[in-house]
């Protein structure tokens, strides 16, 4: 029997793979701890996030793919600021992480307007 799974922890929640200092962050509200130092990225994978964000049209989850900040699949909002690439990000004690979904905003001089909203015909 198959098992769908397109991530598995790499290690437990509560602990890194060496023992070093971890610190607590939260995704979507769940409490969570990663090792200090790693990418927000890294921390969500290894507790078992398979979800970053969901794309504008259709819905679909996304999740990390390239790791160095190419790809823009791993966006997530983090403490309130959204478009954040979670792979290039250090995660921090506390740190507040929470899913991108449908429609970046874009940032025309103070004013936020949506890519929706940008489109001229």
Known sequence: MPINVRFRPLFPIDA?????PTVGLYFD???MRAPVGCSVAAALLANGVSTFRTTPVSGAPRAPYCMMGA??????????QPNRQSCLVAVTE???????AGL????CGGAAVSEEAAHVE
């Not at 506390?94 to 899913?99: E, L």
């Open 16 to 20: 890194s793979p060496r023992g070093e």
């Open 29 to 31: 509200g769940r409490a």
């Open 71 to 80: 790809c823009f699949d791993c966006l997530v909002e983090i403490d309130g």
């Open 94 to 100: 506390g740190m507040q992480v929470r899913t991108q």
């Open 104 to 107: 970046r905003s874009l940032d």
